[in-house]
């Protein structure tokens, strides 16, 4: 009886961590639309043409993604990418965090790909499926 308990308390607690457990997500391939400076922070924001918008983390402000600001150097690394994607009108798939800084998403990794790259020949480099529309 005690066993059986505790087994049911078990697969209860690890049902409830599942349902909260969320990985980072990749958006589909699609070009940077806007790139604001947060006024802030030293933290760039990009806004994508991408669909849907990929929010894994539930944040409140959905305008935008919001660069990493955990070190300056993956900050400048990921600025220069996305100014760079952005200038020269290069596709880009995101990879967006499971949480939020400064109410936004956050961009953990930048894919950019070829000027004219075909969406499925981006989605096969970045090895994420290609979403069907």
């Not at 049911?8 to 049902?15: D, M, P, R, W």
């Not at 997500?25 to 760039?44: L, P």
């Amino acid at each position: 009886m005690k066993i059986t308990r505790y087994v049911i308390s078990v697969i209860t607690a690890l049902a409830a961590v599942s349902q909260t457990a969320v990985a980072q997500v990749n958006t589909s391939s699609g070009h940077i639309t806007a790139v604001y400076q947060n006024w802030d922070t030293d933290q760039v924001l990009v806004s994508t043409d991408a669909s849907p918008f990929v929010n894994p983390a539930g944040c409140p402000d959905t305008d935008s993604y919001a660069g990493s600001i955990s070190s300056p150097d993956v900050a400048h690394l990921q600025e220069s990418m996305l100014l760079t994607a952005f200038a020269n009108g290069n596709p880009v798939i995101l990879t967006i965090g499971t949480t939020c800084t400064d109410g936004r998403p956050i961009i953990w990794a930048v894919n950019m790909f070829p000027v004219g790259s075909s969406p499925a020949a981006v989605a096969k480099a970045a090895r994420v499926p290609v979403p069907v529309r």
